[in-house]
């Protein structure tokens, strides 16, 4: 029986980065993965294909509403989905060929196959062919990630209801598609087919889109998606969707009550994500998980069983890749004694539509509800130079500082690049800057983030300089 020191199961932004630190640390380690291909949803179905997609949508796009305006003439623009498709498949192939590099650059063991605990030190690995291997191991990290919700009474046949996973492969370019939820993963695939010509229908329970976020983002980002042709029917809640021919039809009720319906050809259902544990034998190990099956871990990921850890989407907060490899490191250097930490406050959200929305920190909805004076200072993009002179004059960036010491204690931004820019507030937070820091220290003009101090000095006694 192959011993190892650490054992990682799924191989997704979590998994394989805890794998690698274990690895540096000294560790004998093997990951196993139940897919041909290593890199989990992220790379595979999720954060990088969707990215792609953006990205080509987002040239298109450009070359059809600006570039004529830069002095660049085009004729019959098309849209060669097909190319557009292969393309993202080729960005996927070399992320995935990446992470088998850095398995086998950290001397990794890659065990393809489904992990099922025997006991909470042996490890069962099933592959699709041959015989299942047990394995044994001083520590076991569980990263095996999350799947798509869905809402009671609608079957997901991936067909016309479909995931993000089929949204990401369809075969042309539908004429009509209905969003089920306005978060992250929903608005960010809207607007790769909005782009292309679809005609996009969003249907939200909550009052606003991206509602865990500042309502003030939410508010613009609605806003600039109208531009591209979304219809937003917000405070409706679901109760069925239908596969109708060619098509499909969604039925609702409005905050009136009233019963309305909405057809497409085809539904995406973006409702969130639940966590995955599905044939780990988590009960073979006494590994407990709490009633929305989320593994119960403390304060360092461990679980009630000595020497299984669990990070990523299957452990309560954000399902973000980026949470779930600092929650590898972190579990990585905790079992060789070392004193990491998570700040999960400053863990930044963002979603890549056009323009892009970040944020870290305290929203001012939570503010208010904690009884925390604050001050506020904002800046918006159609005063940027910068922003100007590449025509994306939408968005703001919003500074949240405390009002007595002046610390920070959110950034909330929606524009150009927010995405790349949110890293200086989160840099700022972490090491408790305040606005006046950030107000103080230069910043290349023109830039994007000049906005970021402008907003910082909006936070000191209305110092902005060019508002």
């Not at 969130?272 to 360092?300: C, F, H, S, W």
Request: proline residues 3%.
């Amino acid at each position: 029986m192959k011993k190892y020191d650490v054992v990682v199961i799924g191989s997704g932004p979590g998994g394989y980065v805890a794998a690698i630190r274990c690895a540096q640390l000294g560790k004998k380690v093997a990951i196993i993965e139940k897919y041909d291909t290593l890199g989990g949803t992220c790379a595979n179905v999720g954060c990088i294909p969707s990215k792609a997609l953006l990205d080509s949508s987002e040239h298109f796009h450009n070359a059809e509403t600006k570039f004529e305006a830069h002095g660049i003439g085009l004729s019959n623009l098309k849209v060669d989905f097909k190319q557009m498709v292969a393309r993202k498949d080729d960005v996927v192939k070399g992320t995935v060929a990446g992470v088998s590099y850095l398995m086998g650059k950290n001397k990794i063991d890659v065990l393809q196959g489904v992990g099922s605990f025997k006991n909470a030190t042996q490890i069962v690995v099933t592959p699709d062919k041959g015989d299942p291997e047990t394995i044994e191991t001083e520590k076991t990290i569980i990263a095996t990630g999350s799947k798509p919700s869905s809402l009671p009474g609608i079957e997901i046949d991936k067909k016309r209801i479909i995931t993000s996973t089929e949204a990401l492969n369809l075969t042309g370019i539908p004429k009509k598609l209905i969003l089920i939820g306005g978060g992250v993963i929903g608005l960010e695939l809207g607007s790769v087919y909005a782009r292309l010509g679809t005609e996009i229908t969003v249907i939200e329970y909550m009052d606003s889109i991206i509602a865990t976020m500042d309502k003030s983002l939410g508010k613009e980002l609605q806003r600039t998606l109208k531009k591209i042709g979304f219809k937003f029917n917000l405070s409706h809640k679901v109760t069925g969707a239908v596969t109708k021919g060619n098509g499909v039809v969604v039925s609702a009720k409005n905050k009136k009550g009233e019963a309305v319906e909405f057809e497409a050809d085809y539904c995406l259902m973006a409702v969130g994500r639940k966590p995955y544990t599905d044939g780990l034998g988590l009960e073979n190990a006494g590994v407990e998980v709490d009633k929305r099956g989320m593994i119960a871990t403390n304060d360092q990921l461990e679980t009630n069983v000595a020497g299984i850890y669990a990070i990523g989407d299957v452990v309560k907060g954000a399902m973000l890749a980026h949470k779930a490899e600092e929650e590898g490191v972190f579990v990585a250097e905790s079992i060789v004694g070392q004193k990491p930490h998570i700040n999960y406050n400053l863990i930044p959200g963002v979603i890549y539509t056009w323009p892009e929305v970040a944020a870290v920190g305290q929203t001012e909805e939570q503010l208010k509800e904690a009884g925390i004076a604050y001050k506020s200072g904002s800046f918006q993009f159609r005063a940027s130079g910068r922003a100007r002179a590449s025509m994306d004059l939408d968005g703001f960036v919003k500074i949240l500082a405390d009002k007595e010491t002046d610390e920070i204690l959110g950034v909330h931004m929606i524009g150009p690049r927010a995405a790349d820019m949110i890293a200086e507030g989160v840099v700022a937070m972490e090491y408790r800057a305040s606005a006046e820091d950030i107000a103080r220290f230069c910043h290349a003009h023109p830039t994007f983030t000049e906005a970021i101090k402008e907003a910082a000095l909006g936070c000191t006694a209305d110092r902005a300089i060019h508002a």
